[in-house]
T-cell receptor, first 111, second 114 residues
Framework: QQQVKQSPQSLIVQKGGISIINCAYENTAFDYFPWYQQFPGKGPALLIAIRPDVSEKKEGRFTISFNKSAKQFSLHIMDSQPGDSATYFCALGNAGNMLTFGGGTRLMVKP | NAGVMQNPRHLVRRRGQEARLRCSPMKGHSHVYWYRQLPEEGLKFMVYLQKENIIDESGMPKERFSAEFPKEGPSILRIQQVVRGDSAAYFC????????????FGPGTRLTVL
């Protein structure tokens, strides 16, 4: 059973637009929610992360919105740029320390 | 400050051979994690190690796969008698203390089994 459902699988956004990627989970034992960015042929790079005691976290153009009751969290990329074109993964962490990853969203930002 | 280092970056093996993948964590990090990524898929947890200890190997196949993180030297993921289905990208990540904190990933080793 898939522990985290990420959507959409792919996303095309115009330069300057807002990219929104969503993740939903079932198990409330998770208490750490990072987002990773991966370029082709590279390892995932930590972008931003949130814990369930806050509902929103912003770092530059990247914002995580977290809805604990709905068990959903999302990544918003404001003023999207062609250099943001990559695959984005949400992940879930818990006391066991391993991360459970979503299936990924391939973002393309058109100039 | 060097990041997580993995080598080799690319590894080609024939069916039945052994594959050894190495990971050197970031300086000051004593927790290492191995993940596998199949093409067009997310990463799947394999094993979590601290120095000289395997903490969680629940994601690692019971046969042919083993991992170690010795007191000195890099962490090693070893795959014996490789099969075509082992072809994937294998990523190592590290963290300072392992308490629900950021994991930093290496560039990965891309294993191809012919």
């Amino acid at each position: 059973q898939q522990q985290v459902k990420q959507s959409p699988q792919s996303l095309i956004v115009q330069k300057g637009g807002i990219s929104i990627i969503n993740c939903a989970y079932e198990n409330t034992a998770f208490d750490y929610f990072p987002w990773y960015q991966q370029f082709p042929g590279k390892g995932p790079a930590l972008l931003i992360a949130i814990r369930p005691d806050v509902s929103e976290k912003k770092e530059g153009r990247f914002t995580i919105s977290f809805n604990k009751s709905a068990k959903q969290f999302s990544l918003h990329i404001m003023d999207s740029q062609p250099g943001d074109s990559a695959t984005y993964f949400c992940a879930l962490g818990n006391a066991g320390n391993m991360l459970t990853f979503g299936g990924g969203t391939r973002l393309m930002v058109k100039p | 400050n060097a990041g997580v280092m993995q080598n080799p970056r690319h590894l080609v093996r024939r069916r039945g051979q052994e594959a050894r993948l190495r990971c050197s964590p970031m300086k000051g990090h004593s927790h290492v994690y191995w993940y596998r990524q199949l093409p067009e898929e997310g990463l799947k947890f394999m094993v979590y190690l601290q120095k000289e200890n395997i903490i969680d190997e629940s994601g690692m196949p019971k046969e042919r796969f083993s991992a170690e993180f010795p007191k000195e030297g890099p962490s090693i993921l070893r795959i014996q008698q490789v099969v075509r289905g082992d072809s994937a990208a294998y990523f190592c990540a590290s963290s300072p203390s392992g308490l629900r904190e950021a994991q930093y990933f290496g560039p990965g080793t891309r294993l191809t089994v012919l």
